[in-house]
C-alpha cells in the first residue's frame, strides 16, 4: 500500500486538546486518502435532533422494519448528505469498498433495502462528512492532532458511538486517560 494511501480503512482517533472544538473526542472512519486529499465519516458522536426512522420519512421513505438506529454527526461538510457504512454483504454498484473496514454506501438505494429487511447485516448512518485538501491531514497528524488506530470493524459495529473513541485506544492497548492533552518538541 502506497503512503498516499495508508490511513484508508482506518480509524482516526482526535487527539486530546484537539485544536478544533467541533473534533473533540472524534472517531473518524476513514474512508479514502491520497495525494488529492481525505475523506472519512464521522462514527464517534450522534445527533441528538434525528433517529433513523425520522430521517426516512422525511426523505419520503416508509421506515417499514427498519430499526429506529441513531443517526451519526458524519462531520462538518455538508451535514444534510447522508452515507451508511455497513457490512460488504450488501453492495450496489455505488457502493465503495473501504479496504479492511467495511462498505459505504451514498444511495437511496442501501436506505431502502434497510427498510425492507434487505439491507446489511450491520450498518450505520451518518450525516455530513470529514474532509481534508491535499496534505492537510498529513499535515494534521505531523502536529498531533489525530491517531491512526487499526481499522476494526467490531468496534465499528459492536460499539456504541459514545463508546468508540475509548474502546479504540484500547484496542491499540493505550488507557487514554493517560493521554497527554499538550505536545512538546524536540
Do not use: K
Not at 426523505?59 to 457490512?87: N, Q, Y
Amino acid at each position: 500500500m502506497s503512503e498516499a494511501h495508508y490511513l484508508s480503512g482506518r480509524l482516526l482517533l482526535a487527539m486530546p486538546g484537539m485544536f478544533d472544538p467541533n473534533f473533540d473526542h472524534a472517531v473518524i472512519a476513514m474512508c479514502q486518502h491520497d495525494a488529492l486529499g481525505a475523506f472519512g465519516i464521522g462514527v464517534g458522536h450522534v445527533r441528538a435532533d434525528m433517529r433513523f426512522r425520522e430521517l426516512l420519512e422525511d426523505i419520503g421513505i416508509d421506515p417499514g422494519m427498519a430499526p429506529d438506529e441513531p443517526v451519526h454527526h458524519g462531520g462538518p461538510v455538508e451535514p444534510g448528505r447522508g452515507f451508511v457504512l455497513h457490512t460488504p454483504d450488501w453492495l450496489s454498484e455505488e457502493t465503495i469498498q473501504v479496504e479492511g473496514l467495511c462498505a459505504l454506501s451514498a444511495s437511496l438505494d442501501v436506505l431502502r433495502a434497510i427498510a425492507a429487511g434487505r439491507g446489511p447485516s450491520r450498518w450505520l448512518i451518518a450525516l455530513g462528512y470529514a474532509g481534508w485538501g491535499a496534505g492537510q491531514l498529513d499535515g494534521e497528524m505531523r502536529h498531533h492532532g489525530w491517531y491512526a488506530a487499526d481499522g476494526r470493524p467490531e468496534i465499528l459495529f459492536g460499539e456504541a458511538a459514545e463508546g468508540r473513541w475509548h474502546a479504540t485506544w484500547r484496542a491499540e492497548g493505550i488507557d487514554p486517560a493517560l493521554l497527554s492533552s499538550t505536545t512538546g518538541r524536540a
